[in-house]
Each structure stands twice: as C-alpha cells, then as structure tokens.
Antibody
C-alpha cells in the first residue's frame, strides 16, 4: 500500500523554529515528487511547493518562497517542511502528498496532516 | 482569493444528483487536466477524479468529472449522507508554474 505518514501535531511560540516530516512507503520514493499543501483553519487548500527526493530539486509557490524550506532525505524516505521563525499566521494543517505525472498532474495519496499551532 | 472559482456550497436530497463547477482560465484549466478531491470532515483530502474524468480504483462510478474550455464539473449521483464533505478542484497553472486549487465547495445532503 502506498502511504505517506506525517509527524505529529506541534505547539510552538512565535519566533521558534520547526521541522515537520513526511515518510513515504510502498513505492519508489525517489521516483515521484512530493508536495506540501497548507490548509488554514476553515479555509481551502494552498500549494506550497514540491521536491524530487532523488536529487532534491525543489520548486516553491511564489507565495511561500523564502517563508519555508522544503527538503528530503532519500536514505530514510522522508520529506521535510521547515520554518526558521514561526509566526502566528503559520497556524494551519499541513499536508504532504505524492505528485503523479502522466499527461497531467495530480496528488495521490495524501498524508494524514500535521497540525501546527503557533501562539504566545 | 483562489485561482480557480468554485461555489461555496451546494445541497441536495439523498438519492438526488448534484454538480459542482470549477472555473479557471486558459493558463490553468484551459490547457491542463483537472483533478478533484474529497475532504471528509476532520480528514485529509482524497483523490476522486484525475485527468478530467478518470476515477482511481475504489472510487464508485457515482462520481464523474468533465471539462469544457476553461471550466470543469464534478457530478455526484445517488447522493448519500456519507458524501457530505468539502470538494476541491485542482490543476496546474502554466503561467504561475504552480499547482492551483479551487476554494472548495461544501456539499450538504439534506
């Protein structure tokens, strides 16, 4: 079974750093891009960026460029999303998802999500 | 403000049919394939439709997708209370070089 398992919920203070993870299993981890998607409370889905674990080629949404860092460690089949200085506005659910590409692109499967809460 | 436009909500009675629209532009839906995702309350999104109208294995044929020009439509027949969820359309935007999603549509089965 193809599966993405994310790290657990985090409670942080503004200014703190954070790195959350997404571990893939059941498929060739280095053959597919992994994407990150933000969902703020009560809001829709926002694409943040993608990474190709084989060579760590990374693309960011202009809205998130410079705000977060996406990385991957192919030796342990894990992708990461990190912040160097959190803000209250980073409070959201974050999902990772595998990007499928043929003649089109779509995300499947999705991780279960990691809830990040930032408050003083 | 999402790049793709969806109605905020739709509703219908059990057993009935509903459609959800997704409107974009030539840089996204007009020149790329559309996917649809179902997000049940408190859960992660799940792929329903890809390549405009293809269903992954395990998705019942009550769910269908279509695309015309710069718009796409998700159809659900034989509505069940278990279909109550948020539904999102998605595609690639060639101008932004980015994946884009609609704002989501909340389906209520009355």
């Amino acid at each position: 079974e193809v599966q993405l398992v994310q790290s657990g919920a985090e409670v942080k203070k503004p200014g703190e750093s954070l790195k959350i993870s997404c571990k893939g299993s059941g498929y060739s981890f280095t053959s597919y891009w992994i994407g990150w998607v933000r969902q703020m409370p009560g809001k829709g889905l926002e694409w943040m960026g993608i990474i190709y674990p084989s060579d760590s080629d990374t693309r960011y949404s202009p809205s998130f460029q410079g705000q977060v860092t996406i990385s991957a460690d192919k030796s342990i089949r894990t992708a990461y999303l990190q912040w160097s200085s959190l803000k209250a506005s980073d409070t959201a659910m974050y999902y990772c998802a595998r990007l499928r590409e043929t003649q089109s692109r779509w995300f499947d499967p999705w991780g279960q999500g990691t809830l990040v809460s930032v408050s003083s | 403000q999402s790049v793709l436009t969806q109605p905020p909500s739709v509703s219908a009675a059990p057993g009935q049919k509903v459609t959800i629209s997704c409107s974009g532009s030539s840089s996204n839906i007009g020149n790329n394939y559309v996917s649809w995702y179902q997000q049940l309350p408190g859960t992660a999104p799940k792929l329903l439709i890809y390549d405009n109208n293809r269903r992954p294995s395990g998705i019942p044929d009550r769910f269908s997708g279509s695309k015309s020009g710069t718009s796409a439509t998700l159809g659900i027949t034989g509505l069940q209370t278990g279909d109550e969820a948020d539904y999102y359309c998605g595609t690639w935007d060639s101008s932004l070089s980015a994946a884009v999603f609609g704002g989501g549509t909340k389906l209520t089965v009355l």
